[in-house]
């Protein structure tokens, strides 16, 4: 699936000034020393991303003139995680200097002894402190910190601002509730045939995926927090399967395609006939710049009733075979590629003069922090897109607690397509019987595991 990444369920603990390495960890001498340093880096933009590439290529060449005798060498891989290879090249020794991470593999790497313990090299990202607690534990094992907290992104519910106009219903006040929901789908699809109110999936792993999103809403979980039994048969689980199955059975709000691969939903939503959708930020980027979307017409609000978001993202972290001086040079870049105000990714004004889309809060790993309220005044100074269709998904983003994807995600996914395939596909299917048969197959799984 395109995105791989999760966040584990946390609460916002500060980290100790060793674990956090707040700047007054001893630190080796500057990369910029006497002996030449060369480091690998991942996540090179693609051939076919010309300009991207180009901004890359410049950030690595004022990044090398900033840091004499470093030598940046960037790999020629997108995506620059890739599922397949990951594993492989991690065990074969054949990972780059600097390397990423998405949160569903953090502990594994580190467990794995895969990753540096760069503890005492924190200082050399300036703005350390300002990453979100949450974030910065998630890379911590034992006081000690492996990685650096790159993306972060929850989900929120996307919705077609042209639709909720055209049914009646205010776009800038969007559906707070499931009952807000289901009664502006219900209007959307009112506006006549082709019309979808709310979309949703039910196979490809998408399914259960969706439905992982949506039971965090309501406040249920997957798995036991032992994570050795299932638990979303649960009241939680089966009001997020009646809900759908009332959705398109007793609504008709739904449409009658099933949708399966990740692409499809954003696809129609792009059509502009759906109105609403569960997703992150990036959705919304989607839909405007490959399905040809309206750009005035989308928004993103916080997830209705919200007491926990599906949340992911990704971390850069170090090759444990990296020298000292490499290991500081490639912290130094993660601090100047990835997380320096009006640089490197940050740069807002240069994205937008190449075209890229700028304005969608797709990154909250500094949160409110003064770097974070920094970085999303240059966003919203640079923007392209109309930033005030995102305002409530911010304000939520901001207090709605992150809760991991769980173990084994995939095959727990495939398991749960079942049962949202079945009350999209069947009116008379058996919410009960769903969940009980997902569950019998998904203990069969986790006990396989071991």
Known sequence: MRR?????????????????????????????????????????????????????????????????GVTVKST????????????????????????????????????????????????????????????????????????????????????????????GLDPNTPPKTWAEVREAAKKIAGLGAGYVGYGEYSGGNTGGWHFTQALYGRGGSVLTDDGKKAAFN????????????????????????????????????????????????????????????????????????????????????????ATPEQAKAGMEWIDFRFNT??????????????????GVPDNAVYGDSPTGKALQEERVKNASLPVENYQTYVDAAAIVPPKAEPPHAQELYAILDVPMSGVLSRKDASVDELLANAETKANAMLAAKG
Request: hydrophobic share 40%; net charge neutral; glycine share 12%.
């Open 76 to 167: 020629d891989q997108q995506p620059c995680f890739d599922p397949k290879t990951f594993g492989p090249k991690l065990a074969g020794g054949q990972m780059e200097t600097v390397f990423v991470v998405p949160m569903t593999n953090y502990d594994d790497v580190i467990a794995q002894g895969q990753a540096l313990d760069i503890t005492q090299y924190t200082g050399s990202v300036k703005n350390w402190n300002d990453l979100r607690a949450d974030h910065r534990e998630l890379l911590t094992k034992d006081g000690k910190v492996y990685g650096v907290p790159n993306v972060h992104y929850s989900v929120g519910l996307v919705y077609n601002r042209a639709l909720f106009t055209k049914a």
């Open 341 to 358: 105000v009006g640089k490197g990714r940050f740069d807002f004004a240069r994205g937008k003069a190449i075209g890229n889309p700028v």
């Open 234 to 321: 649960s009241p939680e689980g089966k009001a997020v399967l009646q809900t759908l199955h009332d959705m398109r059975w007793v609504d008709n709000s739904m449409g009658s395609k099933l949708l399966v691969g990740w692409e499809s939903l954003m696809m129609a939503m792009g059509s502009g006939k759906v109105g609403m959708m569960l997703g992150a930020p990036d959705v919304v980027t989607d839909v405007v710049t490959k399905f040809k979307g309206n750009v005035d017409d989308y928004g993103i609000t916080g997830f209705p009733e919200a007491k926990a978001s599906l949340s992911g993202g990704e971390a850069y972290m170090i090759n444990p075979k």
């Open 4 to 68: 791989s990444t999760g966040l584990l369920l946390v609460t916002a603990l500060g980290l100790s000034a060793t674990a956090c390495g707040s700047g007054e960890s001893p630190q080796p001498a500057a990369s910029g020393g006497a002996a030449n340093v060369s480091i690998t880096v991942a996540c090179q933009p693609a051939k076919t991303a010309p300009n991207d590439r180009k901004a890359w290529d410049e950030d690595v060449a004022a990044f090398m003139k900033a840091h004499p």
